[in-house]
């Protein structure tokens, strides 16, 4: 016979084909049994996942894989039944690896053409599968934020907690109902919209809505959310805003209430500049009216006017002057209320010398001891500071000229982490009985015939540092000096 010769395959070795099967099979435990449940094979990726060796576990029935419960109860024994009953047996359970921790399995028996020789076990470790699972899980649970899912058909499927106590309603009350109708009937168009967009694709979309409460108030949320399109859900995360949205609001209200107090503020220093256009003008043209003819009174007809008349002549002269002092004293009152501030850093130590040395030049017979602690700064407007200092030091060095040894100190301590400033004299003081009426416009403690002045500058001297943020207060006491304190 003639031809191409005939030649044949090498003979399969099955036991060799089946290890290296389940060798390859990484994420699966395979292995076999005898027809009465013991291991006859066993692999390196069995021993991996079972932590059982080759010697340990040979020859050994495999309900050494169940708990002790599940072998006293016979399910071993039960699985090998329904496995020869019906062909295969499948379960997903708990199966103890040999340290004793447990694992969830798919168990499947095979039999061989018909023909009972054993079992095939294939076991797959879902551990890590169900731990993250039970993790996303206690996450969901935990959240503080709103979570939910949805579908594409207008339900929820799963909200969270969180999500419930906000709301105030369960879960199947949640789920029961489409999502919409928990929407503000003003925010549902713009809701459904960003809906579309998800479905359309967007991969992520950010709103926020209001949604009613159980007790029909509207609760604010801020969303975040994403769409899974094969499974048609969408995944979403929501945080209250309402106190976030309320204390907007109220920011709002409040910068509108400040325009408009500014507007009025405008308006009213418009007003007090044309007061003081009208003061300064029209006020003082009848006062040097009075001045003027009261001297020319005194000059004119001085041989013909006895003492007494020229004695009234002299008050005319003085009350018309005193007048024009208050009127300078009182525009001046308003001017730094109304003057633009610029802050920079001002050498109060060096405007205190400065404010000394001009009250020495005036009263150069006087004999004051003064002391300036140095390095003294502060972030303040120079020239409102500098009229700050003149009153104050001004006020200290005419209070204490009755004295016999006059002193006056300038300098600064600490109080509750800030810097206090305070200047100090041994002069007349007053009575603390009547400080709420200090820092008063015309306010005096003391008569004109002791200290002369029009009671003014510490009015002044607190609306500056009102201006600065500040405060400015004093202690004292009728005839043992006094001390002012002021903080910017």
């Known amino acids: 016979m ?13 036991g060799q084909l089946f290890q290296i099967l389940a060798e ?6 395979i292995f076999l049994l005898d027809t009465h449940g013991n291991v006859t094979t066993w692999t390196a990726t069995a021993q991996r996942m079972k932590g059982y060796t080759a010697d340990e576990i040979i020859g050994r029935h495999f309900s050494i894989f169940y708990p002790p419960l599940d072998v006293q109860n016979g399910k071993p024994e039960e699985e090998l039944r329904t496995a020869l009953k019906t062909g295969q047996y499948a379960e997903e359970g708990w199966r ?30 879902l551990t890590q599968q169900r731990d993250l699972q039970e993790e996303r899980e206690l996450f969901f649970s935990l959240s503080l934020d709103m979570l939910c899912i949805a579908g594409f058909d207008g339900y929820f499927k799963r909200v969270n907690p969180a999500f419930t106590r906000v709301l105030q309603y369960s879960e199947q009350e949640l789920t029961s109902r489409p999502w919409i109708e928990f929407v503000h ?14 479905v359309g694709g967007t991969a992520v979309i950010e709103f926020e809505n209001r949604y009613r409460r159980k007790d029909g108030a509207y609760r604010w949320l801020s969303w975040a959310a994403a769409a899974a399109v094969e499974t048609k859900t969408i995944c979403a995360a929501a945080r209250d805003v309402t106190d976030r949205r309320r204390a907007d609001e109220r920011i709002r209200q409040l910068n509108e209430d400040l325009i408009r107090q500014t507007a009025e503020l405008e ?59 208050l009127i300078d004293d009182l525009l001046n009152l308003s001017r730094y209320t109304r003057v633009e501030m610029r802050s920079e850093t001002v050498d109060l130590s060096g405007v205190a010398h400065e404010v000394v040395d001009e009250l020495k030049a005036a009263s150069p017979e006087r004999r004051v001891e003064v002391h300036i602690a140095e390095g003294l700064k502060a972030e303040a407007d120079p ?18 000229a009755k004295c016999a040894s006059p002193t006056i100190e300038f300098g600064s301590t600490e109080e509750d982490d800030r810097t206090v400033y305070f200047v100090r004299d041994n002069g007349a ?19 004109m015939s002791e200290f002369p002045g029009t009671g003014i500058g510490l009015a002044t001297v607190k609306r500056i540092i009102n201006r600065h943020g500040g405060k400015v207060w004093a202690q004292s006491a009728a005839g043992a000096g006094a001390t002012f304190y002021f903080t910017l």
């Not at 031809?3 to 044949?8: F, H, K, L, V």
């Not at 390859?24 to 435990?29: L, T, V």
């Open 267 to 325: 308006a009213a220093t418009r007003e007090l500049e044309a007061f003081s256009y009208s003061v300064s003008h029209d006020l003082r043209a009848p006062l040097r009216a009075l001045d003027g003819f009261s001297q020319a009174l005194m000059e004119d007809y001085s041989a013909v006017l006895d003492e007494e008349g020229k004695d009234h002549l002299k008050r005319i002269r003085a009350a018309s002057q005193r007048m024009g002092t």
């Open 383 to 400: 020239s409102l500071m500098r009229i700050v200092l003149v009153n104050l030091i001004g006020n200290a060095w005419k209070f204490s």
């Open 2 to 14: 003639t031809g191409a010769a005939i030649t044949s395959s090498p003979p399969v070795d099955f």
């Open 429 to 447: 003081g007053f009575d603390l009985a009547y400080a709420q009426k200090l820092f008063g416009a015309f306010q005096r403690m003391h008569s």
């Open 96 to 125: 103890v690896r040999k340290d004793g921790s447990r694992l969830w399995t798919i168990t499947c028996l095979h039999d061989s053409a018909g023909k009972h020789i054993g079992f095939a076990k294939i076991t797959r470790d």
């Open 24 to 29: 390859s099979a990484r994420d699966y435990a």
């Open 185 to 198: 009937p003003d925010d549902v168009q713009a809701t459904i919209e960003q809906g579309e967009k998800l």
